[in-house]
């Protein structure tokens, strides 16, 4: 198996990309196979500064060592996708050569427009329509001078039939989507294009993510086949939820790993807590006290629960409890 935890360096590590990163590694552990981290990192307006040094830190203080990465290399790199942009041209011109994708052109003034918010993307993609039946050199020629963006063509009067190892089998209507910019006007992909790329030049076999990646599933499966490759097995782990079922928020309490650290909380503790939100190893046993070991053999992906799980505070009060009980008394007073 070669597994990915493929952050964007948008953020601090979040307790629900922590989740991700563990069973990512859980399996990658029981199958002896390979822990990949890639940094997905091509919407260059939301980086923020020192982001990847805590992602990195942060995982590795977690005990999730990874196998290939940025910040150690390895046989299928570079691992940071804004160094991959020439890989990213030569599949977007081979989907345009195919017909599966199409250029639009764009004057500055437009360009300024939609960042303006004068042009909705709604109506932008259906008057960009017209660059679909464009005559394929005239396009080539025009894309060495001109701003462009390119677009997946989406079929349409047709579905997607996906199979999620956790959700089960869905079917998608290809009706509700519109064509979707793969490339950038500042020439980087879209998060779609480059996951998918990636994704199979770096032989995943797995992809473990959070359930918000759900919707972009049609749009990935179809990159998939307009490319002629198989897809990796999917499983999309259920919302962390607050208390009162809302998607899990700042607003409402602390949701990055460090916030926990900082107030007293146990590694060990963090990690139990963590590793038990959405997924339970079942049985009659009403042990929930696990360490990394124990974990990584009883984990398997087909008890993930399918819908979300509640960010429950006085259950890691609870567990962190028991760790802080157990310490031998040096550890204690340090
Ligand atoms: N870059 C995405 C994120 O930060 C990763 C989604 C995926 O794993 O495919 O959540």
Known sequence: MRLRFAPSPTGYLHVGGLRTALYNLFLAKQSKGKLILRIEDTDQNRLVKNAEENLI????????NFDEGPHITGDYGPYRQSERLTIYKEYYLKLIKTGHAYPCFYSEQRLEDLEAGKLSSEDATIEDAVFQDFNLSDVLKKMETENFVVRLKIPSNDFIHFDDLI????????????????????GFPTYHFANVIDD???????????????????????????????????????????????????????????????????????????????????????????????????????????????????????????????????????
């Open 57 to 64: 830190s942060m995982l590795s203080w977690a005990g999730i």
């Open 167 to 186: 959700k089960g089998s869905i079917k998608f209507d290809l009706n509700l989507i519109n064509d979707p910019i793969i490339i950038k006007s500042d």
């Open 200 to 334: 199979h030049l770096m032989n995943i076999t797995h992809v473990i993510r959070g359930e918000e990646w759900l919707p972009s599933i049609p749009k990935h499966i179809l990159l998939y086949q307009s490319l002629n490759w198989s897809p990796p097995l999917f499983s999309h782990l259920p919302l962390l939820l607050n208390t009162d079922k809302t998607k899990l928020s700042k607003r409402q309490g602390d949701v990055h790993v460090e916030d926990f650290l900082k107030k007293g909380y146990l590694k060990d503790s963090i990690i139990n807590f963590v590793a038990f939100l959405g997924w339970h190893p079942g049985g009659d046993s009403k042990q929930e006290i696990y360490n990394m070991e124990e974990l990584i053999n009883l984990f398997t992906i087909d008890r993930v629960h399918k819908s979300g799980c509640i960010f429950d505070i006085e259950k890691l009060n609870w567990m962190n409890s028991i760790y802080i009980k157990e310490l031998e008394l040096k550890n204690f007073i340090k």
